[in-house]
């Protein structure tokens, strides 16, 4: 019985080109109790690796962060999967706009103490005491009146590629680092009316529960993030309030929403909004690098990667294992 993906990089993507069906790429969260998450997490790998399925998946005591993809023809029984769990059942799940077979090679599910790297102390404040949800709709129209705050509450590498029109961006590196910062920039403004936005909903749960517990009155956050926001309003045929890429914690770094290009590459400073991680993985820093500068340092962040990782390659050492990206959602 496994438990545990044992196949390496060239021989996850060889069964993935083999695969003759298509994939489903979606997120979901939920702040559940989970009593045993060792023991729920176990039975959750083997019963999606059953399906075939592959992603990312924190496990916590307080619920269960997830991203991943389904392939179609597994996707009734994935749901039904779904429901038969009392904690994933009736889960408001959200599906990406673009679906890509390589979005993920493998599935991954593991324990974690909390479902989002917050850097919070849950106990000196109410997490149960969020601000108000708003469907897509809602904020599409919100969003678009002049006394109203947009935050977004993502990372500045996700928001430089992609962002609500007129939305304040805090240039913060860690949510911890952001949610602090939005509390002492907005502390004179308690009474606007606050829409706050993610990328799937997740981190709007801790932040306006922080922003509510600091005495702002009328916090609001977009339910199901900028993925359930995309998929409504290109259902319903309206013009998005979100411009660029949404960038996604998978194999494709992003999604595109509108053909606008926000970003500029790391080394020569062209339009570009492409992330990759610096080919030298010891650094292994996110980057927006264009194809240009891309093939100039062999997809590396700077000169000095590339040179590196040029006489990493002469020696034929083995590469040393990088860390894992944190999933937010």
């Known amino acids: 019985m496994a438990l545990y993906n044992k196949l390496g990089r060239p021989q996850l ?42 992603g990312r998946i924190y496990v916590a005591r307080e619920g269960i962060n997830a991203q991943m993809n389904v392939p179609e023809h597994h996707i009734k029984d994935f749901l039904d999967y779904m429901d038969s769990l009392p904690e994933l059942r009736d889960m408001p799940l959200k599906w990406a706009i673009e679906d890509q077979r390589e979005s993920f090679l493998k599935l991954i599910v593991r324990v974690r103490p909390k479902i989002v790297a917050d850097g919070l102390n849950d106990g000196v404040f109410d997490t149960t005491n969020v601000g108000s949800h708003l469907s897509p709709l809602e904020f599409h129209e919100l969003s678009q009146k002049e006394d109203v705050l947009v935050v977004d509450m993502r990372n500045a590498y996700e928001s430089e590629v992609g962002h609500f029109v007129n939305a304040w ?39 306006s529960a922080w922003l509510r517990h600091h005495g702002f009155k ?56 492409t992330h990759t991680n610096c080919a030298w993985d010891p650094c292994h820093e996110l980057i927006i690098l264009c194809p240009s500068c891309s093939k100039k340092h062999q997809g590396c962040c700077s000169s000095a990667c590339s040179e590196k990782l040029q006489a990493h390659n002469k020696a034929g050492e083995p590469m040393a294992q990088t860390p894992e990206s944190v999933l937010s959602l």
């Open 169 to 207: 961006c805090p240039p913060a590196d860690t949510f911890r680092e952001e949610i602090e910062l939005v509390v002492d920039k907005l502390k004179e403004k308690k009474d606007q009316k606050i829409l706050l936005y993610c990328t799937g909903g997740v981190r709007c749960e801790k932040a």
């Open 13 to 54: 993507l060889a069964r993935l080109q083999a695969e003759d069906f298509e994939r489903r790429t979606l997120s979901f969260y939920r702040y559940v109790n989970i009593a045993d998450p060792d023991m729920f997490r176990d039975a959750l790998y083997l019963a999606l690796d059953a399906l075939r399925c592959n």
């Open 218 to 273: 009328d916090v609001n956050q977009l339910h199901g993030g900028i993925i359930a926001y995309a998929a409504e309003i290109k259902q319903r045929g309206l013009e998005p309030r979100f411009i660029g890429k949404n960038f996604v914690f998978d194999e494709r770094l992003g999604e595109r929403i509108t053909p606008h290009v926000l970003g500029k590459c790391s080394s020569c400073g062209c339009a570009c909004d």
